[in-house]
């Protein structure tokens, strides 16, 4: 029998076997009203009732629903209350320009903008059908009553849409599988031993590649996630104090801000000999790595990934054969990007090369298959679809055949059984 991989699995779980232990404690201090201590069974309940809303809006299964927030309760809501209803989250990071904001609700096709009160006043110019500001929490749920429309789960159906920044041009969008979310979360949570007795600090923004699928992960375990709207190590240390947290992932300038401040700290590191700090985005020091070990106390995984790997690509964990190292050997060990993850099947053995042309091509699964351009809502742009996530995870074979779930394509029927054409040349392997 198969069974579809979902991200309602997840959060379903949470529900079933969580469902009165509290799931979300919501950032104290920000604009909007706190929704202070979920549960997982409230949880599950608010997605059920967001999902609601949105039938209400005429939204059908595919469209696109944008969310421009700092991490919230309610940005991780959005995770389970539009994908897991068949639409399609886009998280946008609120660091962005407006105009940089603009250009990705037109070119996702989102018909729905969520905004942090924080940010209403700036992305007040955004052109969007509807536009909601989080907090105003009778437009976000419907009422507890009303059902919502069912789904019928599709695993190669688009979950969210990531766009990568910091990147030459305009940000590129990356559509994400309900099994690249589903894949991903499982074996990160495998390879950094997460179980139910661990709280999760978020530490990474939310935006930033689906918070690397932890909001997945930590639900479906039925762990604690403690929500951090703002950085500053200090604020981190004591929310490691006060909710015993033991795990968070970050980049190095996170890193280097605990460090900063455990040095003025009064009294005990918070989380010594307790705490996994899941790290990426550069591979930070040696020295940073031993200070994190023998400061802080607690331990430093490195990994490496992509928006367009879902994202985990590798992981460096201590093993025990490092036990009787040094510090500092351990750290020039520990620093390396280490090795693909055991749920990843291959290593890409090759990727291709592409022109400027108005398309995109499938990368890093072995093929030169590329499809075709299509028009897109904002004038000049490439497609939507610009960037598939390019893992490969179990069953590379199922990476073949897909329609495409582009707003144009939903609204064409010569589109939706469009396919990948053959190579052109456009498109070249790398040697």
């Not at 967001?50 to 809006?57: C, G, M, Y």
């Amino acid at each position: 029998m198969f069974v579809p991989f979902s991200v309602n699995d997840f959060i379903d779980r949470a529900k079933t076997v969580y469902g009165e232990r509290v799931g979300v404690i919501d950032e104290p201090t920000q604009p909007a009203p706190s929704l202070g201590d979920v549960t997982y069974g409230d949880l599950a309940e608010l997605a059920r009732r967001q999902a609601a809303r949105l039938d209400q809006l005429g939204l059908e299964v595919g469209d696109r629903v944008a969310v421009v927030s700092h991490n919230s309760a309610r940005l991780l809501t959005s995770f389970f209350g539009v994908a897991g209803s068949g639409r399609v989250l886009v998280p946008i990071n609120f660091r962005l320009r407006p105009d940089e904001v603009a250009y990705i609700v037109a070119h996702s096709g989102a018909r729905v903008l969520y905004v942090d009160p924080e940010l209403q006043e700036a992305l007040a110019g955004v052109d969007v059908e509807h536009r909601f500001v989080l907090g105003d929490d009778d437009d976000l749920f419907a009422a507890p009553e009303v059902e919502p429309r069912g789904w019928e789960p599709d695993e190669n159906a688009t979950a969210c849409i990531n766009y990568t920044s910091g990147t030459t041009a305009r940000p590129k969008g990356v559509q994400i599988t309900h099994r690249n979310i589903w894949v991903n979360a499982v074996t990160f949570a495998m390879h950094a031993g997460v179980t139910d007795r661990d709280v999760y600090l978020h530490t990474l923004p939310m935006f930033h590649a689906n918070g690397w699928g932890m909001p997945f992960a930590m639900s479906g375990l039925g762990v604690p996630q403690v929500v951090l709207r703002k950085i500053d190590g200090a604020e981190i240390l004591r929310r490691v104090e006060k909710h015993g947290v033991t795990v968070m992932c970050a980049a190095p300038a996170v890193v280097a801000s605990v460090l900063d401040a455990a040095s003025d700290w009064d009294g005990e590191i918070p989380g010594r000999g307790r705490v996994r700090i899941i790290v990426a985005g550069a591979p930070p020091p040696t020295k940073t790595i031993v200070r994190v070990e023998q400061e802080l106390g607690w331990e430093f995984i490195q990994i490496y990934g992509l928006t367009e790997t879902s994202p985990l690509l590798t992981i460096n964990r201590a093993r025990s054969e490092w036990d009787d190292l040094s510090p500092e050997e351990r750290a020039g060990r520990l620093v390396r990007q280490g090795h693909r993850p055991w749920a990843y099947a291959s290593p890409p053995t090759r990727t291709v090369r592409c022109s400027p042309a108005p398309t995109w091509c499938w990368r890093g699964t072995g093929s030169s298959r590329r499809r075709q351009p299509r028009p897109s809502k904002a004038t000049g742009s490439t497609p939507a679809t610009a960037v598939r996530s390019a893992r490969t995870a179990i069953s590379p074979s199922r990476t073949g055949r897909r329609t495409s779930s582009s707003p144009a394509a939903r609204t064409s029927p010569r589109s939706r059984s469009r396919t990948f054409s053959s190579p052109t040349p456009q498109c070249r392997r790398w040697p």
